[in-house]
């Protein structure tokens, strides 16, 4: 197990282990933490053992992404939770369930509107505003309303980019290089004072070119899945979508046949 000081939250790479009921350790308080940041075990509960509630939440897990329940941390998951990802929850009090999604819509047919919190020293503001307008106009042809760039000092806005990093009191610390990149709040009630903020991780590193992968997340592709999360859509189990928790190693700039097939479901388009 490898970890990065400095953060609230250590960023940890998960190892296969034995998990015993009872037994408390640093890595197991690392596991109940991730089940915990991601809907699948209760907050408020103080999670420093392994508990038949920690194992249903690992079972919980590997079902979510279709790996074998087994309730232990085996090689797939162990690989899996030890993948880059988004930091919204998969499940949980913040997430409504499968068919209920419509209770974090947006309502109406009136233009939304977006603009940038800040902008990262190390990135040029002008191309990630052409990679936000390329990821919007992705999702813009399936939805009842235009949403539209307001640059106009004072005025509201719908939708925030930002760039952030560690604890930034919204709730859902970043956690240093890896683990999360990025994270946005969902419509209505569900994203509640925070909905219509999209943050990404500083700590990463960014990049704009196809070819640049690697250690380098490509900031379009992860943007397209966030502003999904803009307009309402919860994670996919499929790692083959843009709603997909994951981000593996390879760009996704294109929505998938389930991705427009949710999008247009919500909307009714
Ligand atoms: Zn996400
Ligand atoms: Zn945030």
């Known amino acids: 197990m ?11 790479t998960f190892a296969p282990m034995e998990l015993h009921f009872g037994k408390s350790n640093e890595a197991i308080v690392s596991i109940n933490r991730y089940l915990s940041k991601f809907g699948y075990l209760t907050k408020t509960a103080d999670h420093t053992a392994w508990t038949q509630e920690s194992a249903d939440a690992l079972r919980q897990y590997q079902l979510f992404f279709q790996l074998t329940p087994t309730g232990h941390l085996d090689l797939e998951t162990a690989a899996l939770m030890s993948t880059p990802r988004c930091g919204v929850p998969d499940t949980g009090p913040t997430v409504p369930p499968a068919g209920r999604e419509s209770e974090c819509m947006l309502r109406g047919t009136q233009t939304r509107t977006f603009f940038y919190l800040n902008f990262p020293a190390d990135l040029h503001p002008r191309e990630i505003q052409e990679r936000i307008v390329n ?3 992705k999702w813009r042809k399936y939805l009842p309303f235009d949403i539209r760039q307001n640059s106009d000092i004072g005025t509201a806005r719908d939708f925030w980019f930002g760039w952030t990093r560690l604890d930034h009191d919204d709730g859902s ?50 943007a397209l899945h966030e502003i999904g999360h803009l307009l309402g859509l919860t994670h996919s189990s499929n790692r083959d979508m843009v709603m997909a928790s994951h981000y593996y190693m390879c760009n996704r700039r294109e929505l998938g046949t389930e991705d427009v097939s949710r999008i247009r479901s919500l909307y009714g388009t």
Do not use: Y
Not at 2 to 12: D, E, N, Q, R
């Open 2 to 12: 490898t970890k990065l000081t400095g953060g609230t939250m250590a960023l940890v």
């Open 135 to 137: 990821a919007i106009n």
């Open 173 to 222: 610390p970043f956690d240093g290089r890896g683990g999360i990149l990025a994270h946005a709040f969902l419509p209505g009630s569900c994203g509640g004072r925070w909905a219509g903020q999209c943050h990404f991780d500083t700590d990463e590193r960014w990049g704009f070119n196809h070819s640049n992968l690697g250690a380098i997340r490509d900031f379009e592709s992860v």
